[in-house]
């Protein structure tokens, strides 16, 4: 059975646009225009995966109120924010609310698609046992890369696809410098330098809630970040 993907946007030409494209990769795609009518229909029915608008018609942050709504009927529903506000804090208010990824509209389509075929591949993964070849266990730090997921001392960091990537790129070659493009690349986004910024700045927060004394990303002032296993871990410089 084909996935249902649902659209929240207030602009008839994108989401349209985007429909076209989901629909031609075999999705059901569901398009509601405003919050009102998004919310009517996922009473009755949630969709596999919801793309949300921040501004909605006449409510300038009516998708963080869907969204927040969304997550407190599921909690493992994906949602991905795809608006046109790329400032930091829209982008950690929305991640914050319990959106799975945040995306700027001038993603190009095949990038989109990719993140959502990552999303439906970690959802289905999540239901099979973890295999000892996806594995990549250092110290305290253990990734499945079927699934997705990251555990700090054995326990789960809460990351977006966007932030597990990033961990991963960096992880798998620990002690070696991965610059911003390279990252960008690894993560399948393209955004500023300050968004990357952003990004590490959450990943490191997310590691601090379970170990406060956490400090393996390293900033390399004008190359990049790298990860120190945590017996080599250096100061930060920023």
Not at 42 to 59: K, M
Not at 90 to 104: H, Q
């Amino acid at each position: 059975m084909s996935k249902r993907i649902a659209i929240v946007e207030d602009e008839a030409a994108i989401r349209e646009n985007y429909a076209d494209v989901l629909r031609t990769q075999g999705y059901q795609v569901q398009t509601y225009e405003n919050r009102e009518t998004a919310t009517a229909a996922f009473s009755l029915r949630l969709p596999h995966l919801v793309i949300l608008d921040i501004g909605l018609e006449q409510e300038y942050d009516g998708g963080f109120t869907l969204c927040q709504w969304l997550r407190g009927l599921s909690k493992t529903l994906p949602i991905i924010f795809l608006t046109a506000r790329d400032n930091d804090f829209d982008t950690v208010s929305g991640l914050r609310m319990g959106a799975d990824d945040y995306l700027t509209k001038d993603i190009s389509l095949p990038h989109l698609s990719a993140r959502i075929a990552a999303l439906f591949r970690r959802q289905d993964a999540l239901d099979l046992p973890t295999q000892q070849e996806h594995l990549l266990v250092s110290g305290p730090l253990s990734i499945d890369s079927q699934r997705m997921t990251i555990a700090w001392q054995q326990q789960t960091v809460d990351l977006t696809v966007t932030e597990f990537w990033m961990v991963f790129a960096l992880a798998k070659h620990p002690g070696h410098v991965k610059n911003r493009q390279q990252l960008m690349q690894d993560s399948k986004i393209y955004v500023d330098d300050s968004t990357i910024t952003s990004h590490i700045k959450r990943i490191r927060k997310k590691f601090m809630r379970i170990d406060a004394e956490f400090d393996c990303i390293e900033t390399v002032y004008g190359m990049g970040y790298r990860w120190n296993d945590p017996k080599h871990t250096g100061p930060e410089e920023d």
